[in-house]
Each structure stands twice: as structure tokens, then as C-alpha cells.
């Protein structure tokens, strides 16, 4: 069974750009979570897509967005980039909360860096 | 809102050296998952515990769920330098929040 896959692994963007990040769950986990980890510090919780909708976000700016795909797919925006957005964005997913689980499996991040 | 501390937030060990980080919650939890992430790595789900009083082992690592489901601790024995990295501990806040705790970062000392 293919793990959680996001892409690219590596960003480079420069102040003001915008990023795209994508991320593919877990084939039958229709929750995507994105969280942002900067250098050496805790995971932030971004934003929670379930069932293509937005369940919540955490708290982080407007120009944070993103959508869920009908396959269950996900896509995070980062609009108008500032230097301290450079950090490791990681993706999660999990079962279907009715398997009474709520661990997240996560994928390898893609490591966005600012100039 | 509903959070979890994590600590102590860094524990430097010789190797051979027991190591255990706590995890604590200010409200009652349906369950609990452990994560670790190696450095350079990604989170990496270790066991979920859901029974109060709940005690699992993996190998060296011991994992536990307090009585009233509010606290857990998860404990090496003997360490290992392959045991290096940060460990989470992370939660289900509401209904579709999920939070962390801040992580311990483990340096085992060769």
C-alpha cells in the first residue's frame, strides 16, 4: 500500500511569489491535514480537509489556503510569501473517522524555502 | 482551548541511559497517538493508546495511558543512538482539530 506522497520535495521561491504544494493520502483515507514545521520546532496544525470540504484551519493568515480534490487529493496555496514561511509543510491523512482512529500518517514534506 | 504539554523538551542520555517524556492534557482524552520523527524526517506514527490505565510495549519502548486518561508517558529503556529524534505526542482537540504537543527532542550520547 503507497504511503502518504507530496510534491515537490523541494521549493524555491522568492518574497512576494505565490506556492502551490500538493499532497496525495493514503488510498480509502478521505482526511487531509496540513501542517507547517519550522526549523526546529513543532508541528502547527494549517488547515483539516474532509470529504472535499474545510473542516478547519489554525491560525494562520488568509493568504493560507487550499481545496481538497473528488479523488481526496489536497493543494495548499501560500499567497504573497514572506521569508518566515520558509519551513518543512507537511501533509497527513487518516482512516475514515468511522474507524473510531484518529492517527494521522504522514508524508515526507515538502521543504519550501523564501528568499 | 484544549492543549497538551509535552516535556521535558530536550533529554540528552548516554547511551544505555533509560529516557522517558510525558505528555499532559488539560481535559479528558478518548485516546492518545505517539509519533517520532528522525532528523530530517517526517512524523511517524509509533501506537495510539485509547483504554484508561493502558500499558503497550514495542521492543524498548514502553507506553503508557494514565487512569484518567488525561496524561501518558512513553519510556526507552536502554537507549539506543537509532532512537535520536523528536517524539510527539498528539491528540484529537474537538471534532476536527488534532493537536500536538510541543515534542521532546532526544540526543542519545554514543
Known amino acids: 500500500e503507497a504511503g502518504v506522497t507530496q510534491s515537490p520535495t523541494h521549493l524555491i521561491k522568492t518574497r512576494g511569489q505565490q506556492a502551490t504544494l500538493r499532497c496525495s493520502p493514503i488510498?480509502?483515507?478521505?482526511?487531509v491535514y496540513w501542517y507547517q514545521q519550522a526549523l526546529g520546532l513543532g508541528l502547527q496544525f494549517l488547515l483539516w480537509?474532509?470529504?472535499?470540504?474545510?473542516?478547519n484551519r489554525g491560525n494562520f493568515p488568509p493568504r493560507f489556503s487550499g481545496r481538497q480534490f473528488p479523488n481526496y487529493s489536497s493543494e495548499l496555496n501560500v499567497n504573497a510569501l514572506e521569508l518566515e514561511d520558509s519551513a518543512l509543510y507537511l501533509c497527513?491523512?487518516?482512516?475514515?473517522?468511522?474507524?473510531?482512529?484518529?492517527?494521522?500518517?504522514f508524508g515526507p514534506g515538502t521543504r519550501l524555502t523564501v528568499l | 482551548g484544549q492543549q497538551v504539554m509535552q516535556i521535558p523538551q530536550y533529554q540528552h542520555v548516554q547511551e544505555g541511559e533509560d529516557f522517558t517524556t510525558y505528555c499532559n492534557s488539560s481535559?479528558?482524552?478518548?485516546?492518545i497517538q505517539w509519533y517520532k520523527q528522525r532528523p530530517g524526517g517526517h512524523p511517524v506514527f509509533l501506537i495510539q493508546l485509547v483504554k484508561s490505565g493502558e500499558v503497550k510495549k514495542q521492543k524498548r519502548l514502553t507506553f503508557q495511558f494514565g487512569e484518567a486518561k488525561k496524561n501518558s508517558s512513553l519510556h526507552i529503556t536502554a537507549t539506543q543512538t537509532t532512537d535520536v529524534g523528536t517524539y510527539f505526542c498528539g491528540i484529537q482537540s474537538g471534532t476536527y482539530k488534532y493537536i500536538f504537543g510541543t515534542g521532546t527532542r532526544l540526543k542519545v550520547l554514543a
Open positions: 488510498s480509502g483515507h478521505t482526511s
Open positions: 480537509y474532509d470529504e472535499g470540504e474545510e473542516r
Open positions: 497527513a491523512s487518516r482512516l475514515d473517522k468511522l474507524w473510531n482512529t484518529d492517527t494521522q500518517y
Open positions: 481535559t479528558t482524552l478518548s485516546n
